[in-house]
Nanobody, 115 residues
Framework: QVQLVESGGGLVQPGGSLRLSCVAS????????MGWYRQAPGKQRELVAR???????NYADSVKGRFTISRDNAENTVYLQMASLKPEDTAVYYC?????????WGQGTQVTVSS
């Protein structure tokens, strides 16, 4: 059974930084492209960034230049380093494979950007 556990969210002021982590278990993590997704209140879940098994990354235009996705296959972990945060980045952040798999969604971690 696959389990993804996200952590690292919190309350941060505009312009601040956070680092999210997602630890995977029950899966051969290294073979999957992994993604970070977010869902803001009243909006659909969207892909923020993804990283291939080989480390190639892609970003949504809204976060390009501010967010960095990385992975540690030895630790079954994917990270999202977020900088220059804006109020519109406020959302619950999730990791999943890309394309996402319905059975893999975890609880997510809340990121709130507010002064």
């Amino acid at each position: 059974q696959v389990q993804l556990v996200e952590s690292g969210g919190g309350l941060v002021q505009p312009g601040g930084s956070l680092r999210l982590s997602c630890v995977a278990s029950g899966v051969i993590f290294s073979i999957y492209t992994m993604g970070w997704y977010r869902q803001a209140p009243g909006k659909q879940r969207e892909l923020v960034a993804r990283i291939s098994s080989g480390g190639r990354s892609n970003y949504a235009d809204s976060v390009k230049g501010r967010f960095t996705i990385s992975r540690d296959n030895a630790e079954n972990t994917v990270y999202l380093q977020m900088a220059s945060l804006k109020p519109e980045d406020t959302a619950v952040y999730y990791c999943n494979a890309f394309p996402s798999l319905d059975d893999w969604w975890g609880q997510g971690t809340q990121v709130t950007v507010s002064s």
